[in-house]
């Protein structure tokens, strides 16, 4: 690890070096600059001069008071207190100000010099290059990955934030060493852009026509035509910059080349030119420089290549679309794709192929289930037909490949159309022909794809996430048994993210059953793999630790449930959009309900509920069962005016998603009942769980368990009331109708059964 200070990125004009691709900014001596060593500026001593670029000098000080440690200060350059300056110098200050993220440089202090130039100091960051880094240390495609996820968090916060980097690249993205483990820093927010309403500083800072600001090999398209058109999407773009130096040595666009190319050329590179794919990049290079490169990521060029195209090639290439509409919309996204590869799980990202145009079609073309049958069943003859023809052609090396890489996609697509069974049932649908589909699809796997063993595995997870999905948890059990069954196999004891999130699909599957003793040991062994393979604060990780939690509270150990719940949410809080983690928050509060923790569990629901309005606004699919659940914990801690409010707002956004199908509105009817009898007003109770009987009847089938939960409540609220009204001998007439109604409500239950 070197101990000096990279700050390059934070010292540089990003103007000037347009014209000078990659080259380096020397340093000039300290006298130039008005400071020298020795000098004190407030609690500062300056030690060093680390450099400078166009506008600022970085120095090495160390800090007096209240704590003494040595710190990164940021002065204003003399002779350049132009308005531009200042303003672009106090946009950095206050855009690092309002950030807070362990991957993204602090600022500690600011002020002001004796003279008036204005400085900031920032924690020290003892750091290089991400990918000096890299290479030094000859990290795997793997690791440099991994490293990557760490940056794309770092932007994410930023856009949460409100702040666009617009000058992401390695120089600008350090890796430090803290207690043996790689810590990445993104600094440099010299050119940050708010995008929020408010501005980042009351000073004005005017941007140029045709001036360009950033670094032209990492700049996206629209930087180049304006400056002030950006968004989030441009780091996105910068983002596929990085990665595809990271993996493959070498930037898009070769920086020497868009110097030598004059202005007008390089607009022209930038804006209409497709980048290579990484696999054609590394193809076409010489055979010593490819050995090279691919030495210092621990494999072999023809490994390389492999490894490369396919998802490698297509996340990078949808960072790097020239049209942003088309990039990913948000760096969490982009970090999501590549934690899908890491976990071998289909991405988002693909080739703009056929596969793609029946994608957009789908999306277009929302048609219901009976449709999304004829469709699915299509595809599984299509699946089925692509592998027997591999199998067959199996000599045939080239077409061979071609075949299986059909196959995959193929695969890959059923198993997005198998995911809306999900949304169908949400939606109010009839899942019954999507049943019989899902009964002939996997009565044809078995048969016909008994050699594929890695298919089959792939498509039987898909098959029981949609069978659990319209409530069919014995035949969803089945199917993940079988899955897990063929990982094992395929993986022989191996650590596997697949494995691993196989196994916790598998104990997701015996909680719906009930099964909650069986759940905890298969959880405990997928916990271990996926912090062995993926690490303890991935949000795989997290998932698995709140389906632990939520069976330990159900067999009556809430006290242990309450460590792995807590870790859960703790991996939640860093990014609360991440639907994986969607449980955790509900899991927690459901735990310190149990260990008789009702504040500590009404505050859990008001966090989950501000991070969902957060993300989808006031309204929104979630946040009707967000609402339900908070109001049952209202009641529970005897706010009834509040819980009122809550579940009857739960039960009106319910109606504008679900119509009369909502599949959470007799949950919410049934705590209002409970509100309604706590107030004495019993022909409310009766109304709302009559409701509740009615809807239960719409949602779910004949037969479900959850069709017999409100007609279970509204009969022991008519036996308390029956009960009641046999000890008043003036209340005959009312005694006899709630008989009645006890006895209808009797019987109703046993047609259920």
């Not at 027997?388 to 061979?400: H, M, N, S």
């Amino acid at each position: 690890m070197s101990s000096s200070l990279d700050i390059g990125g934070i010292l540089r004009d990003h103007d000037a070096l347009v014209s000078q691709g990659s080259t380096t900014i020397g340093v000039e001596a300290p006298a130039a600059m008005g400071e020298h060593e020795g000098m004190v500026i407030g609690a500062f001593t300056l030690k060093e001069c680390l450099g400078q670029g166009g506008f600022g000098a970085v120095w090495l000080a160390e800090q007096s008071a209240p704590v003494r440690r040595q710190v990164a200060l940021k002065i204003l350059k003399l002779g350049m207190d132009t308005r531009e300056v200042i303003a672009r110098f106090e946009q950095e200050r206050q855009a690092l100000a309002v950030m807070d993220h362990p991957n993204i440089a602090r600022v500690l202090d600011a002020g002001s010099t004796p003279s008036g130039r204005p400085f900031f100091v920032m924690e020290l960051v003892r750091g290089v290059m991400i990918t000096q880094f890299c290479d030094e240390r000859k990290l795997s495609a793997t690791e440099r990955l991994r490293l990557f996820i760490e940056v794309c968090r770092a932007v994410q916060h930023a856009h949460q934030k409100g702040i666009i980097h617009r000058d992401l690249k390695p120089a600008n993205i350090l890796v430090t060493e803290h207690e043996g483990r790689a810590q990445v820093k993104v600094i440099d927010f010299g050119i940050a852009k708010a995008t929020g309403a408010e501005k980042l500083t009351d000073l004005t800072i005017v941007t140029q026509i045709h001036r360009f600001i950033g670094t032209p090999a990492y700049m996206s398209p629209e930087q180049i035509t304006s400056a002030q058109d950006v968004d989030t999407r441009t780091d996105i773009y910068s983002l596929g910059v990085v990665l595809y130096e990271l993996l493959t040595g070498r930037t898009p666009f070769e920086p020497n080349e868009l110097a030598a190319a004059g202005r007008e050329g390089m607009m022209r590179v930038l804006l209409e030119k497709p980048a290579p794919k990484p696999s054609t990049r590394i193809r076409t290079m010489k055979a010593t420089i490819l050995q090279s490169i691919a030495e210092a990521r621990q494999t072999r060029p023809a490994e390389f290549m492999r490894l490369l195209r396919g998802d490698l090639d297509w996340i990078i290439m949808k960072a790097l679309e020239k049209e942003r509409d088309r990039r990913y919309d948000a760096a969490n996204a982009l970090c999501a794709d590549v934690e899908r590869y890491l976990a071998h799980q289909p991405v988002l990202a693909h080739a703009p192929g056929t596969m793609y145009v029946m994608t957009q079609f789908a999306r277009r073309n929302r048609v219901a289930v009976t449709g999304a049958a004829a469709v699915l069943l299509a595809l599984l003859a299509g699946l089925i037909a692509s592998t027997v023809l591999f199998l067959r052609e199996r000599d045939a090396l080239a077409k061979a490949d071609a075949e299986l890489s059909k196959s995959k996609q193929v695969s890959r697509f059923l198993q997005d159309m198998l995911a809306s069974a999900g949304v169908s049932k949400a939606l109010g649908r009839d899942a019954t022909m999507m049943r019989e589909v899902l009964d002939q699809t996997a009565e044809r796997i078995g048969h016909e794809l008994a050699d594929q063993p890695e298919v089959e595995a792939e498509l039987r997870g898909a098959i029981s996430g949609a069978y659990s999905d319209i409530d069919e948890y014995v035949k969803a059990e089945e199917h993940s048994r079988r899955c897990l069954e063929l990982y094992r196999a395929q993986f022989a004891g191996r650590d596997d993210a697949v494995l691993a999130n196989a196994i916790i699909d598998h104990a997701g599957c015996l909680e719906k059953l009930g099964r909650f003793k069986d759940v905890i040991p298969l959880a405990q062994e997928g916990i271990a793999m996926l912090e062995r393979v993926l690490g303890p604060d991935h949000p795989d990780t997290g998932d698995a630790l709140s389906e632990l939690g939520w069976s330990l509270m159900k067999t009556g150990r809430a006290k242990e449930a309450l460590e792995p719940s807590e870790r859960a949410v703790k991996i939640w809080e860093r990014d609360p959009t991440d639907t994986r983690l969607k449980e955790a928050p509900k899991t927690l509060a459901c735990v310190f309900m149990h260990l008789k923790r009702g504040a500590d569990s009404e505050a859990m629901y008001r966090r989950e509920l501000a991070a969902l309005q957060k993300q989808h606004g006031p309204e929104h699919p979630d946040i009707v069962l967000c609402l339900d659940n908070f109001g049952m914990q209202l009641v529970n801690n005897g706010k009834l005016d509040e819980a009122e409010k809550v579940l009857t707002e739960s039960v009106r956004q319910g109606h504008n998603f679900f119509g009369d199908r909502n599949p959470n509105e007799d949950h919410a009817l049934a705590r209002l009942a409970i509100i309604a009898a706590r107030r004495g007003d019993e022909e409310l109770q009766l109304k709302h769980l009559r409701d509740g009987v009615a809807v239960a009847r719409r949602v779910y089938p004949k037969g479900h368990g959850y069709r017999r939960e409100p007609l279970n409540a509204l009969i022991k609220a008519l036996e308390a009331q029956v009960k009641k009204y046999e000890a008043l001998p003036a209340a005959a007439t009312k005694l006899a109708a709630r008989r009645q109604d006890l006895a209808e409500a009797q019987q109703a239950l046993k047609d259920e059964k």
